[in-house]
């Protein structure tokens, strides 16, 4: 379980279904669960950075199977009892990719607009992961919405570096999912 507040952006030194970054966590041990750009992974070797096994779902799920040598990704370590929870649920779990439509200034921050497949789960003020970021739906209309990007996040995570036509890692909010789940196979 995550929290969606990326803690460090690393660099992509290695591809394809070995998926190496150039940052390790201090006290890092082998079996961890750490959130590459949303996605939930198990850390399977330390040496200059972090090393994860990419299956065939997460490849054809996320955007994780496109990223070049070089590519910033966002980090964010698996949640402990007691963490302050400062974004929302998250759990790695992406439900799919989200095409950014356009980024543009707004006052001191700026707006990002995207496309999704699910829209069904957008509330207004709901929460939204999107490359591993929690981040607060805005105004969506059809199967696209909004968030605003404050300058903090702009400048520690991997927001800053997307451009219109992009994609993105989406997880919808975890109680959205399971509340229409539930309403699916009410009796």
């Known amino acids: 379980m995550f929290t969606g507040i990326v803690q460090r ?8 279904s070995r998926l190496r970054v150039d940052f390790a966590f201090q006290d890092i ?14 850390v399977e070797g330390i040496a200059e950075g972090m090393e994860f096994f990419l299956t065939e779902e997460t490849l054809g799920r996320t955007n994780l199977g496109r990223l070049q040598v070089g590519d910033p990704v966002n980090l964010e370590r698996a949640m402990q009892v007691g963490d302050r929870l400062g974004g929302h649920f998250v759990q790695g779990h992406v439900d799919g990719l989200a095409e950014v439509v356009s980024l543009v200034p707004e006052g001191e921050g700026w707006r990002l607009r995207v496309r999704v ?37 702009w400048e520690q995570t991997t927001i800053s570096q997307i451009k219109p036509g ?17 309403l699916m196979h009410k009796t």
């Open 117 to 153: 497949g699910q829209p069904k789960f957008l509330a207004d003020k709901g929460s939204i992961t999107l490359d591993g970021i929690s981040l607060t739906v805005i105004e969506p209309e059809g199967n696209e919405f909004e968030v605003a990007i404050a300058p903090f996040t």
């Open 29 to 42: 041990e082998l079996g961890e669960s750490i959130a590459v750009n949303g996605v939930c992974l198990t």
């Open 166 to 182: 992009d994609q993105m890692n989406v997880e919808y909010d975890v109680l959205a999912k399971h509340i229409d789940r539930l």
């Open 9 to 16: 952006v690393g660099r992509v030194t290695s591809t394809g």
